[in-house]
């Protein structure tokens, strides 16, 4: 596989459940980010990953989990969450972070409904 | 605050042109994104401009003015496989990508 791929790519969970987003890119990329996409608003980023380490948390609550064990995987854990968390959940990788033609390239995203 | 203005939706016809506009309002500038994405897809990439000026791409340009905060998408000789939504979105001074909610491009034969 290339590209960026995310798993699972629907997802429906009660709000007292525990489940995990799995992102794999295989492009050699040192940043990986998660975003989240709702319905006619802007891309909200979430986390970000430089070279494994969390160089971003735009006060996300603390039911949205991250995890970057290696430079070619992502998670986000998730619990006790709420109905508005319902969304698409985007995760994207580049070459790396802080520079200017910083290319983006995403994955096809998981569609999180929550119950 | 920082914010990007695009139109919520466009539709144009198959075979015609259509240009997509970007206002942006930002802490600083390094550079403005496009990004196409059909439904249930991925984003992918389309365009960056960081100077002033037209970058040409196949039936896909993109225009840049610094100075007004303005950018617009052109997309020429339409056809359906373009029904899609665009992303703009700037780099601010501390490379933090600012978002627009998007323009849905509707394509009607």
């Known amino acids: 596989e290339t590209g960026v791929t995310q798993t699972p790519r629907h997802l429906v969970m009660g709000m007292t459940n525990k489940k995990s987003l799995k992102c794999e890119q295989h492009?050699?990329?040192?940043?990986m980010y998660w975003y989240k996409q709702s319905a006619k608003k802007p891309l909200e980023l979430m986390f970000v990953?430089?070279?494994?380490?969390?160089?971003e948390n735009n006060s996300v609550p603390s039911r949205f989990s991250p995890e970057c064990p290696n430079s070619s995987h992502l998670f986000l854990h998730l619990h006790t969450l709420q109905p508005e968390d319902s969304a698409l959940y985007l995760c994207?990788?580049?070459?790396?972070?802080?520079?200017?033609?910083?290319?983006?390239?995403f994955g096809a995203g998981s569609r999180l409904t929550v119950l | 605050g920082q914010n990007i203005d695009q139109p919520t939706e466009m539709t144009a016809t198959e075979g015609a042109i259509v240009q997509i506009n970007c206002t942006y309002q930002?802490?600083?500038?390094?550079?403005l994104f496009w990004y196409q994405q059909h439904a249930g897809e991925a984003p992918t990439f389309l365009s960056y401009?960081?100077l002033d000026g037209l970058e040409e791409k196949g039936r896909f340009s993109s225009f840049l003015s610094r100075s007004k905060g303005y950018s617009y998408l052109l997309l020429k000789e339409l056809q359906m496989k373009d029904s899609a939504s665009y992303l703009c979105?700037?780099?601010?001074?501390?490379?933090?990508?600012?978002w627009g909610a998007g323009t849905k491009l509707i394509i009607k034969p």
């Open positions: 492009l050699g990329h040192n940043a």
């Open positions: 930002t802490s600083g500038f390094n550079g």
């Open positions: 401009n960081v």
């Open positions: 979105a700037v780099m601010d001074s501390n490379y933090q990508l600012i």
């Open positions: 990953y430089s070279l494994e380490e969390r160089v």
């Open positions: 994207a990788s580049s070459q790396e972070k802080g520079t200017g033609a910083n290319v983006l390239t």
